[in-house]
T-cell receptor
């Protein structure tokens, strides 16, 4: 069965650079969630989208932005990268019915040097 | 959103049942209880979820108290591969309401 695809798997950037992470949800899933997980930390919710509209916002820095496109894939754009942005970034998708489970991707490991 | 409280860590002997508790005393009537686990740095993996009734699937059983203020995840025969961080999440998700927040989970150590 198709799963949530995230790219790239690993990304190395310098401070003050920009990064773009991509998430391809499971087919027919219309909701996407983004999470950030620092070393030894629990996943922190960043932002979610339903039908290409932002549906909820968590602790996402102003330097980050995200959107969901017409094909339902989503991109997380991160600018002016800081050392503290080094983390695992997970994307999850959910189907159209209420109270369904979320399916998570394998994550993108971002290292800011 | 309802908050959850879980023990920081638990040990379990291989082959025995692992019972992981979760307190969610502020849960509202239409919020579901979800359990996920995360093995090392992999993406969180769905285990089970429920509203009021006890649930069972091929991975685990979920026991929810009658007042819904707490629940227990049961892994009937724990194996070494069940060593992971287990998260209890209380959430209401609908087509336009998408809050799904992780708290601090339980690190389950399955020992030989």
């Amino acid at each position: 069965a198709a799963g949530v695809i995230q790219s790239p798997r690993h990304l190395i950037k310098e401070k003050r650079e920009t990064a773009t992470l991509k998430c391809y949800p499971i087919p027919r899933h219309d909701t996407v969630y983004w999470y950030q997980q620092g070393p030894g930390q629990d996943p922190q919710f960043l932002i979610s989208f339903y039908e290409k509209m932002q549906s909820d916002k968590g602790s996402i820095p102003d330097r980050f932005s995200a959107q969901q496109f017409s094909d339902y894939h989503s991109e997380l754009n991160m600018s002016s990268l800081e050392l503290g942005d080094s983390a695992l970034y997970f994307c999850a998708s959910r189907g159209p019915a209420g109270n369904e489970k979320l399916f998570f991707g394998s994550g993108t490991q971002l290292s800011v040097l | 959103d309802a908050k959850t409280t879980q023990p920081t860590s638990m040990d379990c002997a291989e082959g025995r049942a692992a019972n992981l508790p979760c307190n969610h005393s502020t849960i509202s009537g239409n919020e579901y209880v979800y359990w996920y686990r995360q093995i090392h740095s992999q993406g969180p993996q769905y285990i089970i979820h429920g509203l009021k009734n006890n649930e069972t699937n091929e991975m685990a059983s979920l026991i929810i108290t009658e007042d819904r203020k707490s629940s227990t995840l049961i892994l009937p025969h724990a194996t070494l591969r069940d060593t992971a961080v287990y998260y209890c999440i209380v959430s209401l998700t609908s087509y336009n309401f998408n809050k799904f927040y992780f708290g601090s989970g339980t690190k389950l150590n399955v020992k030989p």
